[in-house]
């Protein structure tokens, strides 16, 4: 009986929810065969995952259960995986006999895994240069570190499992997959563990490199008959972070190499991060092995900043520079320049430029003026209004059936048309997007667009709307 409630709420559950929370908070959830007949008993693969679910899904998954059970006494209890407890108690640097514990991964068969090094054996990073005359070197950016790191909602979750990570490197949340647009803070996030790593134990062997660069190693490595350095090299390190690893998409044998790598760096307790600029699954040119690998630990989204984390951002970075940056500056910039953080911190970096040159204190004046170019742009921008009017104008359905609750197909799919245009042609992050189609969340944008990027490959009609809608809002 459990079973066939647990598997309604699952499926329930997955269309209620964006892919990227199903997958990640979801689907790593097992049902306790050993409950008792009026309890449904979940145990999550660690702690973070038990809290996050308990806060956030506790509650729609009772709703689920009661929908299902009769019986008033049905209980749901969320425990955590025994054997992912006692992962976090075993020495750090012995190989195990099993893989990672989330229970997803239990039926999956690693390869054998080459030894850990032994104390006794030299450090190969001392000893070998497989890195072009570089010897093992951090490559950390020190600006990078969680001081300077503002959280908001939009980055909350990334933050919080990298401080996690920070405080007990190599535990539950190996690897730590960082997903999301460019300029985001991934890379921030990742430097800022190894940093924190480093000043707690500055021995500590942490590695930071782009993909491309691991690819580069690896091809010097095979051309200098040195690849079992290279291996004994990675294999060393008490820390990897990887950066933009959608870059190992079609080359193969760097991905075999890595897949080594990553089993055996994984196996032996030693962290690992990766960012790249979309989901896992959806990274086209990775094989499934990889893919399926990357989801073991915790799989994060960062998201672009709302308006007051924008604003937030600039005053501190105003203050690292011991600049007077009035608020009201501040925020006519962060409501101006919304895609992400890179384009704000070089907006930011105009403004100074011009209060330099000309000598005078920054105002709203001022950034005005020294975004004069930006905004001329961003008015020919279409804005979500347009979109909406123009929309429902093309299919014939008001604005506010945009706005409006209904479900049915004649109005949902302009609704999620509207709401795929909106993402593509405006600078709004995705709550707001959200917000301007009737206060919907951001996962239900998510969705929109993946729909339609799906119907586009799938449906003629479709393909040719979207192609006259854009024209007409672009043209
Ligand atoms: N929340 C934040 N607080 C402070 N600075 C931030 C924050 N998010 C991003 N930044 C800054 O924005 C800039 C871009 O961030 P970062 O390089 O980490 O982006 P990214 O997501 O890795 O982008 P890409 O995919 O292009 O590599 C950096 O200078 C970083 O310090």
């Known amino acids: 009986m459990p079973e066939s409630v647990w598997n309604h709420c699952i499926s329930c559950l997955q269309s209620e929810l964006s892919p990227e929370q199903f997958n990640t908070w979801i689907r790593p959830l097992q049902l306790d065969q050993s409950a008792t007949t009026n309890e449904i008993a979940l145990l999550a693969p660690n702690q973070f995952i038990k809290s996050w679910v308990t806060d956030k899904f506790l509650g729609r998954i009772i709703e ?39 229970p997803q991964i239990t039926r999956e068969i690693l390869p054998s895994p080459s030894p850990a090094p032994t104390p006794s054996e030299p450090r190969a990073d001392r000893d070998v240069d497989v890195e072009g005359g570089l010897k093992h070197q951090h490559r950390l950016n020190t600006q990078f570190t969680f001081q300077r790191f503002v959280e908001g909602k939009s980055n909350q979750l990334g933050l919080a499992a990298a401080r996690q990570i920070a405080e007990n490197p190599g535990g539950a949340y190996n690897p730590l997959f960082i997903y999301g647009g460019v300029g985001l803070g991934k890379t921030h996030l990742m430097h800022a563990v190894g940093n924190a790593l480093i000043e707690k134990n500055p021995n500590a062997k942490v590695l930071y490199l782009h993909s491309e660069r691991f690819v580069a190693d690896m091809v010097k490595a095979l051309q200098l008959n040195a690849i079992n350095d290279f291996k004994r090299y990675y294999r060393s ?10 870059f190992f998409a079609g080359k193969e044998r760097s991905q075999e190499e890595f897949f080594h790598t990553f089993n055996a760096l994984l196996e032996g307790g030693q962290q690992i991060i990766l960012t790249c600029d979309r989901y896992p699954r959806e990274i086209d040119g990775l094989e ?11 799989t994060v989204a960062v998201e672009p900043p709302e308006l007051e984390t924008r604003v937030a951002i600039l005053m501190k970075k105003a203050t690292q520079q011991n600049l007077n940056l009035p608020h009201d500056a501040a925020f006519f910039i962060a409501q101006r320049i919304r895609s992400n953080v890179r384009e704000l911190e070089g907006a930011l970096k105009r403004v100074v430029a011009n209060a330099n040159f000309t000598g005078r204190a920054i105002d709203v004046e001022l950034v005005r003026e020294s975004l004069k170019d930006l905004l001329a742009l961003q008015d020919k921008q279409v804005s979500i209004e347009n979109i909406q009017r123009v929309v429902a104008e093309y299919y ?23 709401m795929s245009l909106a993402k593509e042609l405006t600078n709004h992050s995705l709550p707001e997007i959200g917000e301007a189609f009737g206060g919907r ?17 799938e449906s003629a009609d479709i393909r040719e709307d979207t192609k006259n809608l854009h024209r007409l809002l672009t043209s």
């Open 237 to 246: 390190l008490d820390a990897l972070l990887i950066d933009d690893i959608q």
């Open 441 to 457: 969340d951001h996962t239900t944008v998510l969705h929109a667009c993946r729909k339609i990027k799906e119907l586009q490959e």
């Open 396 to 418: 014939k359905i008001k604005v506010s059936d945009l706005h409006s609750k209904r479900r049915s197909r004649s109005v949902a799919r302009p609704r999620q048309v509207a």
């Open 64 to 102: 689920l259960v009661s929908e299902c059970v009769q019986d008033r006494d049905a209980r749901v209890v969320l425990g955590v995986a025994a054997n992912s407890l006692a992962r976090h108690n075993r020495p750090r640097t012995q190989p195990v006999a099993k893989p990672q514990a989330a």
């Open 288 to 298: 499934e092995r990889l893919k399926s690998r990357f989801g073991w630990g915790l």
